[in-house]
C-alpha cells in the first residue's frame, strides 16, 4: 500500500511517497506554491499518478502536546486535500521533523543556503517514515519470545 506523506509549509510543501509495499519512502517533491487551494489539487495530482492509497500530514502540535498557533491552517488544508482525492487525511504529530531534517543537511555537508531546496522532501521523509514504522509496530503479531532475548 503506497503511502504519501504531506509537510505543509508557508512557502512550499515537501511530499514523500512509499515504495509500492509502503515499508520504505521512495518518491520525494517540493511543491512550490502558497495558495491551499493550489496545493491541495498538486497533492492530488501527485497522489493519482503515484497510486497513493492512503494520505499523512505533518500536524502542528507544541512541545508539550497541545496543537500549535497553526493547527487551523493544516486542518483546513486536510479537508481541501480530502475533496481533491476523495481520502481522509491522517493528522501525524511533526514536532521536531524541520529541526532533524536540516540537521541531516547539515551533516551530509549541505550548505544553508541549498537546505531551502530540500528542507521540506527532507521532512516529509521523516514523517513518512516515523508513519510507517508505527503503522508496522501494529501490525506485527505479538511474539511469545524475544527473539534477540539471550536464553
Do not use: C
Request: a neutral charge; charged letters at 30%; zero cysteines.
Amino acid at each position: 500500500m503506497r503511502v504519501m506523506a504531506i509537510d505543509y509549509g508557508d512557502a512550499r510543501t515537501g511530499i514523500a511517497v512509499s515504495d509500492a509495499a509502503g515499508l520504505l519512502a521512495g518518491y520525494t517533491t517540493v511543491i512550490h506554491d502558497r495558495r491551499p487551494e493550489s496545493v491541495a489539487q498538486e497533492i492530488a495530482r501527485i497522489a493519482r499518478e503515484r497510486q497513493v492509497e492512503e494520505l499523512v500530514m505533518g500536524f502542528p502540535r507544541n512541545m508539550d502536546g497541545t496543537e500549535g498557533p497553526r493547527a487551523a491552517l493544516y486542518r483546513d488544508l486536510a479537508a481541501l486535500v480530502g475533496e481533491h482525492t476523495g481520502m481522509s487525511v491522517r493528522l501525524w504529530d511533526e514536532r521536531r521533523t524541520t529541526i532533524e531534517a536540516h540537521q541531516i543537511l547539515h551533516a551530509s555537508g549541505k550548505r544553508m543556503k541549498r537546505h531551502k531546496q530540500n528542507v521540506d522532501a527532507v521532512a516529509a521523509s521523516l514523517i513518512l517514515e516515523g508513519y510507517l514504522t508505527r503503522r508496522a509496530r501494529e501490525q506485527a503479531p505479538p511474539h511469545s519470545v524475544d527473539p534477540f532475548e539471550r536464553g
